[in-house]
């Protein structure tokens, strides 16, 4: 069982930053594909970063288009931490941020996904 904690959501004016944390358990956590997801309400929860581990200490980045140039997915393997810094926010970024995580595919998909965080609020304000 991995515990996700997510943590940095808040309230920002258009243009501002934030940087969300996602602490995990687990002696393995190197080996874990994560990523970040976000929802509004009456709409699918969507992908947002994802780092998918390809072995060693080889991490894969990827973006949706949505975000690509202003949002940096980044992890700390010794602190079992994930972090997605965001820059240049607007509030269509507007959102619950969700960390995720996928030790069996890899591929950090919202099929694959074996665990959720509980889900950190961002409100961007125009």
């Known amino acids: 069982q991995v515990q996700l904690v997510e943590s940095g959501g808040g309230l920002v004016q258009a243009g501002g930053s934030l940087r969300l944390s996602c602490s995990a358990s687990g002696r393995t956590f190197r080996s874990y594909s994560m990523g970040w997801f976000r929802q509004t309400p009456g709409r699918e929860r969507e992908f947002v970063a994802r780092?998918?581990?390809?072995?060693?200490?080889?991490?894969?980045?990827d973006y949706a288009d949505s975000v690509k140039g202003r949002f940096t997915i980044s992890r700390d393997n010794s602190k079992n931490t994930v972090f997605l810094q965001m820059n240049s926010l607007n509030p269509e970024d507007t959102a619950v941020y969700y960390c995720?995580?996928?030790?069996?595919?890899?591929?950090?998909?919202?099929?694959?996904?074996?665990?959720w965080g509980q889900g950190t609020q961002v409100t961007v304000s125009s």
């Open positions: 780092l998918r581990w390809s072995g060693g200490s080889t991490y894969y980045a």
């Open positions: 995720a995580a996928d030790r069996i595919s890899g591929r950090v998909t919202l099929e694959g996904i074996e665990y």
